[in-house]
Every structure is written in structure tokens, then in C-alpha cells.
């Protein structure tokens, strides 16, 4: 019988997007590459779910009802979390851009976008399943 204390468990995506079918969609293919996928329709109930303190990674929205994007990863930061957020949007909103630029975020996805480019960020974000 395997030692299952030492067996390394899936490096733990967690997608935030108050849109289900991108979130449904973003899910299917984070979990095709072999990651662990948690998902949360709005930053409070991520916020909420205490999944901070296991995920390898966020994949969120900047434009979502209640707490932004870029709000949910400046409140992890004030908690001490150094977790690598990838943030994606459909604006155009200069400011929302130039925000997203400036608050630490691993990458800034423009949707709609191509699946590599999301596969590529993560990837150098938490490594290759």
C-alpha cells in the first residue's frame, strides 16, 4: 500500500468569474491539464471559503459584482498572501487597465483569449502538471 502522507497532491487552481459558462469553460480546461480546479462565482465567497491557504494560483475577472478583481488580490495581499493571480477582463476602461498593471497581477488576460495564452501563464505561474 502506497504511503499517502508523502504523495504530492494536484497544485490547487482557483477561478473566480461571475459569468458560469467562462467559469465552466476556464475549469474544463484548467482541469484537462491535470490541476486541482475550485471555483467561485464572486470574490466574497472565495474570500469566505478559506481555499487562499491551499491555492497555487488564482485565475479571476477584474469587472465582478461586489469585490473586483483586482480588489480580491489587493485584499489577499493585505492578508500576507503572495498567491499568483492572473487577471482577466473585457474592458477596454483605460484606468481599469492601467490599475490591473499596477497591482501585482502575474498577467492581464484580454477576453476573449486564446486558450495557449492562459495554458502558458499558468504554466509559469505553478509549473506543468
Do not use: W
Amino acid at each position: 500500500m502506497p504511503d499517502v502522507r508523502n504523495a504530492k497532491s494536484l497544485p490547487m487552481v482557483v477561478i473566480v468569474d461571475d459569468d458560469a459558462s467562462l467559469r465552466a469553460a476556464t475549469r474544463s480546461l484548467v482541469r484537462s491539464l491535470g490541476y486541482d480546479v475550485h471555483d467561485y462565482g464572486t470574490a466574497e465567497e472565495f474570500l469566505a471559503s478559506g481555499d487562499a491557504d491551499d491555492a497555487d494560483c488564482l485565475i479571476t475577472d477584474i469587472n465582478m459584482p461586489g469585490l473586483s478583481g483586482i480588489d480580491l488580490k489587493e485584499a489577499l495581499a493585505s492578508r500576507g498572501c503572495s498567491l499568483p493571480v492572473l487577471l482577466m477582463t473585457a474592458s477596454t476602461d483605460e484606468a481599469t487597465l492601467d490599475r490591473a498593471a499596477c497591482c501585482g497581477a502575474i498577467r492581464t488576460l484580454r477576453k476573449p483569449f486564446e486558450c495557449r495564452e492562459l495554458i502558458d501563464t499558468l504554466e509559469q505561474a505553478v509549473g506543468p502538471v
